[in-house]
């Protein structure tokens, strides 16, 4: 039998038909929803006469919509936001799908409760109409984001039409040093490939770099591969996932653990497997690092400066020009020296207990600067009961940040939880897009240390300083 | 989903690299609980400023590109999202094809799933066809899905690669689900044999 990585053990043992062309039928084990992306596909199921196949593999939370102010129990103001949300409440219900709404306490980012409840399971294809899916990836799952047309596909038939990709591997080797940590990976990773080295490929993390990381951290650099193109990433799973997973509300239990465990430890790539692309980064050499513009690629060094469009070739002349103009800085001024205003801990990238916990680190006995506008957004409502028994959250609070409730808040403008025109965000979250965090907002990705760290000082500041 | 046969329109050019899905549709939209409806936001932080107005060096809101059907493009075409919005907003505007040396995973299967093509071309056939785009009333573009050509204003020729079964499903305006509910007994036999080897998905 010829070598095989673990992206194609999983895609073998989910083919449910192949066509003469090679386009597969791929079965889905979790489709995970929210309220944004499954309106309009639980509405061609109606007109279709058409029913949820598997609604036992099919769980809800609304997550983008979602106020994070505790008003929101009185309901949603923004009228179409409300729609949304009353729309996955009554989907849900009519369906008969797994369901998180707004006001239980394990509702939050779909790709928190996800693995939080036990749902993500090694060797599984979890698919969600959300290109963040890929963070499920951590544990050796084959995760990744499908559209709205598709959505309704797999609802009606558990399966999704698949062409398969190429495999990339991406090695980080040797150890991090302090202050660096899962999110400068995934970071460092983009600014090297650039958002489209990864297209065609799903990516393997390996290297012991990425073994030493927790879960969590697993679950950051996963979240990410989109960023870079690639349509899912995966790290094979290993003691530290069986040790996540074990006790969870949906994770297998007794005969059926020892049974799960049995297959899970055959998932990885084989020695000699063959990979169509391969990128090695030792561990040592990533720093913490900034975006500087408008697109995930564009990551530097915290010590490094605001680059030149004359740094780049073909049509990134253009584009650095426009990212520069939109972001309002300078060539050559050092990252240290940029103003923000603003602050948001959180989201599906960075919004989990060891990244609240590595923020109040920094955190711990200081203030936010003068005028500065901050909050922590918890992943969700068991983070955020966690971290208040922790004392994280009278951390948060009395350094003058906001503690909120759970939902996706300030990574994308679709909630109250936006920038103003102008404003400029240091944001744990993964995407700084032209009008992303809001109208003409600026958005600069940091790990929640440096997001922390930039609180306190008013500027873009190496969190290695305040450690 | 209508069926795509023969396209026949003028080709607005976007020489921009990473167009995302934020700029094609920003999120603020993404709240409708509709597929249609979409086409007057489509590009909108770059085609309204900030009172609603448009914005008269914005491509599409100049009037020999106003009824555009094509869209050349820069590298790397709807990166970011999955939203299925920017596809919508494309069709609801009126195009019907975007061209471009690459694009993104998600966009692109998204596009085949509501009658848009994509076609993907080498960078010497994009710049050829921005330039026959920047050429305004007269960029006028022929795009023939069957014989797999594209034909530019000048009677150049250009021929371009589809995937045949994304063709056939253009073609044919074919609904996936009930192409797949055809294999159902295939998902059936699947699904009996990975209860029995994975009883605990």
């Given at each position: 039998?010829?070598?095989?990585?673990?992206?194609d053990k999983?895609?073998d043992?989910h083919?449910?038909?192949?066509?003469?062309?090679g386009?597969?039928?791929?079965?889905?084990?979790?489709?995970?929803?929210h309220?944004?992306?499954?309106?309009?596909?639980f509405?061609?199921?109606?007109?279709?006469?058409r029913?949820?196949?598997?609604p036992?593999?099919?769980?809800?939370?609304?997550?983008?919509n979602?106020?994070?102010?505790?008003?929101?129990?009185?309901?949603?103001?923004?009228?179409?936001?409300?729609?949304?949300?009353?729309?996955?409440?009554?989907n849900?219900?009519?369906?008969?799908?797994?369901?998180?709404?707004?006001?239980?306490?394990?509702?939050g980012i779909?790709?928190?409760?996800?693995?939080?409840?036990?749902?993500?399971l090694?060797?599984m294809?979890v698919?969600?109409?959300d290109?963040?899916?890929?963070?499920?990836?951590?544990?050796g799952?084959?995760?990744?984001?499908?559209g709205?047309s598709?959505?309704?596909?797999?609802l009606?038939?558990?399966?999704?039409i698949?062409?398969?990709?190429?495999?990339?591997?991406?090695?980080i080797?040797g150890?991090?040093?302090?202050?660096v940590?899962?999110?400068?990976?995934?970071?460092s990773?983009?600014?090297?490939?650039?958002?489209?080295?990864?297209?065609?490929?799903?990516?393997?993390?390996?290297?012991?770099?990425?073994?030493d990381?927790?879960?969590?951290?697993?679950m950051t650099?996963c979240?990410?591969?989109i960023?870079?193109?690639?349509r899912?990433?995966?790290?094979a799973?290993?003691?530290?996932t069986y040790?996540y997973?074990?006790?969870?509300?949906?994770?297998?239990?007794?005969?059926?653990?020892?049974?799960?465990?049995?297959?899970?430890?055959?998932?990885?790539?084989?020695?000699?497997a063959?990979?169509?692309?391969e990128?090695?980064?030792?561990?040592?050499?990533?720093?913490?690092?900034?975006?500087?513009?408008?697109?995930?690629?564009?990551?530097?060094?915290?010590t490094?400066?605001?680059?030149?469009?004359?740094?780049?070739?073909?049509?990134?002349?253009?584009?650095a020009?426009?990212s520069l103009?939109?972001?309002g800085?300078?060539?050559?001024?050092?990252?240290?020296?940029?103003?923000?205003?603003t602050?948001?801990?959180?989201?599906c990238?960075?919004?989990?207990?060891e990244?609240?916990?590595?923020?109040?680190?920094?955190?711990?006995?200081k203030?936010v600067?003068?005028?500065?506008?901050a909050?922590?957004?918890?992943?969700?409502?068991?983070?955020?009961?966690?971290?208040?028994?922790?004392g994280?959250a009278?951390?948060?609070r009395?350094?003058?940040?906001?503690?909120r409730?759970?939902?996706?808040?300030?990574?994308?403008?679709?909630?109250?939880?936006?920038l103003?025109?102008?404003?400029r965000?240091?944001s744990?979250?993964?995407?700084?897009?032209?009008?992303r965090?809001?109208?003409?907002?600026?958005?600069h990705?940091v790990?929640p240390?440096?997001?922390?760290a930039?609180?306190?000082?008013?500027?873009?500041?190496?969190?290695?300083?305040?450690? | 989903?209508e069926?795509?046969?023969?396209?026949?329109?003028?080709a607005?050019p976007m020489p921009?690299?990473n167009?995302?899905?934020?700029?094609?549709?920003?999120?603020?939209?993404?709240?409708?609980?509709k597929?249609?409806?979409?086409?007057?936001?489509?590009?909108?932080e770059m085609?309204?400023?900030?009172?609603g107005?448009?914005?008269?060096?914005?491509?599409?809101?100049?009037?020999?590109?106003r009824?555009?059907?094509i869209?050349v493009?820069?590298?790397n075409?709807g990166?970011?999202?999955?939203?299925?919005?920017?596809?919508?907003?494309?069709?609801?505007?009126?195009?019907?094809?975007?061209?471009?040396t690459?694009?993104?995973?998600?966009?692109?299967?998204?596009?085949f799933?509501?009658g848009i093509?994509?076609?993907?071309?080498?960078?010497?056939?994009?710049?050829?066809?921005?330039?026959?785009?920047?050429?305004?009333?007269?960029?006028?573009?022929?795009i023939?899905l069957?014989?797999?050509?594209?034909?530019?204003?000048?009677?150049?020729?250009?021929?371009f690669?589809?995937?045949?079964?994304?063709?056939?499903?253009?073609?044919?305006?074919?609904?996936d689900?009930?192409?797949?509910?055809?294999?159902?007994?295939?998902?059936?036999?699947?699904?009996?044999?990975?209860?029995?080897?994975?009883?605990?998905v």
């Open positions: 039998m010829s070598p095989k990585t673990l992206y999983i895609w043992a083919v449910a038909h192949e066509a003469d062309d386009t597969c039928l791929l079965y889905i084990d979790r489709h995970l929803v309220e944004v992306t499954s309106p309009q596909a509405e061609g199921l109606r007109m279709a006469g029913t949820v196949r598997a036992d593999k099919t769980i809800a939370v609304p997550d983008h979602v106020p994070t102010t505790p008003d929101r129990v009185n309901g949603i103001d923004n009228p179409e936001s409300r729609i949304q949300v009353e729309a996955l409440d009554k849900a219900k009519d369906f008969g799908i797994h369901y998180y709404p707004v006001n239980d306490v394990r509702q779909v790709h928190i409760v996800g693995p939080e409840q036990g749902w993500t090694p060797g294809t698919v969600c109409g290109s963040h899916t890929a963070t499920h990836g951590a544990f799952a084959l995760a990744h984001g499908i709205t598709e959505v309704e596909h797999v009606a038939t558990q399966t999704l698949q062409k398969k990709s190429k495999n990339m591997k991406v090695e080797t150890k991090l040093r302090p202050g940590t899962a999110k400068d990976i995934t970071l990773v983009i600014g090297r490939t650039g958002t489209a080295g990864g297209t065609g490929y799903v990516i393997e993390y390996c290297g012991e770099a990425i073994r990381l927790s879960m969590e951290g697993r650099v979240n990410m591969a960023e870079g193109g690639a899912a990433g995966l790290i799973p290993d003691q530290t040790d997973i074990k006790g969870r509300p949906h994770a297998p239990k007794g005969a059926q653990w020892e049974a799960a465990l049995n297959w899970w430890k055959t998932l990885y790539s084989d020695a000699d063959h990979w169509d692309m990128i090695t980064i030792p561990g040592e050499d990533i720093a913490p690092v900034v975006t500087w513009g408008t697109s995930p690629e564009d990551v530097l060094p915290i490094g400066k605001v680059p030149s469009p004359e740094d780049f070739r073909g049509g990134k002349v253009e584009a020009k426009r103009d939109y972001m800085l300078i060539p050559g001024m050092p990252l240290t020296e940029i103003q923000i205003d602050v948001f801990i959180g989201s990238t960075n919004g989990r207990i990244d609240l916990r590595a923020a109040a680190e920094i955190l711990k006995g203030k600067k003068d005028g500065m506008r909050m922590v957004v918890p992943g969700s409502g068991l983070v955020r009961a966690q971290a208040e028994e922790e994280l009278d951390i948060f009395e350094a003058g940040f906001e503690w409730m759970a939902g996706c808040s300030m990574c994308l403008a679709m909630n109250p939880d936006q103003s025109e102008g404003e965000c240091a744990t979250s993964n995407r700084n897009f032209e009008g965090q809001g109208y003409k907002g600026r958005t990705l790990s240390g440096m997001a922390a930039a609180a306190i000082t008013g500027h873009l500041t190496d969190v290695r300083e305040m450690m | 989903m069926k795509f046969d023969k396209l026949t329109g003028i607005a921009l690299v167009i995302d899905t934020d700029m094609i549709i920003p999120k603020v939209f993404l709240k409708t609980i597929r249609s409806g979409l086409g007057v936001n489509l590009f909108d085609r309204y400023d900030r009172q107005n448009e914005m008269p060096d914005f491509v599409l809101n100049k009037p020999q590109y009824d555009a059907k869209l493009a820069g590298d075409f990166c970011g999202s999955s939203r299925e919005h920017a596809p919508w907003a494309l069709l609801d505007f009126g195009i019907r094809c975007v061209i471009s690459s694009f993104a995973d998600i966009f692109f299967n998204n596009c799933k509501n093509l994509p076609i993907v071309l080498p960078q010497e056939d994009v710049d050829k066809l921005m330039d026959d785009a920047s050429r305004g009333a007269n960029a006028v573009v022929t023939d069957e014989n797999q050509t594209i034909q530019g204003p000048d009677g150049g020729e250009i021929t690669e589809v995937d045949a079964f994304k063709k056939h499903c253009l073609l044919n305006g074919l609904d689900i009930g192409l797949t509910l055809d294999k159902a007994a295939a998902i059936d036999t699947f699904e009996a044999k990975a209860a029995q080897d994975r009883p605990w």
